[in-house]
């Protein structure tokens, strides 16, 4: 699973990316992270709000920091879809 949390390196995109790992560890998922802040490719993949969180080259939430529970469902169900 390739997980991209996208954003310039505010304070919200670096919350996004610390939660991402954080779900991760305690759900046991593997996952490749990276944290994308060049402008032009975040505009490339349609995002027009960060942070952004691209996970298998599908956005699944833009413009907000979700709450911990919604992160942990958006990844383990993308987990699970990976695994198919």
């Known amino acids: ?3 991209k949390v996208l954003g310039a390196g505010c ?3 670096n919350k996004l990316e610390q939660m991402v790992f ?3 560890a ?5 996952a490749n992270v990276m ?5 032009k490719e975040i505009v490339a993949m349609g995002v027009m709000g960060t942070p952004a969180l691209v996970i298998d080259g599908q956005v699944k939430v833009s413009g907000v ?4 529970a919604k992160l942990t469902e958006i990844i383990t169900e ?4 990976s695994k198919k």
Do not use: R, Y
């Not at 944290?35 to 402008?39: A, K, M, P, R």
């Not at 993308?78 to 879809?81: F, T």
């Open 65 to 68: 920091v979700p709450s911990k």
């Open 22 to 24: 954080d779900v991760l």
């Open 1 to 3: 699973m390739e997980i």
């Open 35 to 39: 944290h994308v802040t060049d402008f």
């Open 26 to 30: 305690e759900q046991n998922i593997d």
């Open 78 to 81: 993308s987990a699970g879809n």
């Open 11 to 13: 304070a919200n995109c």
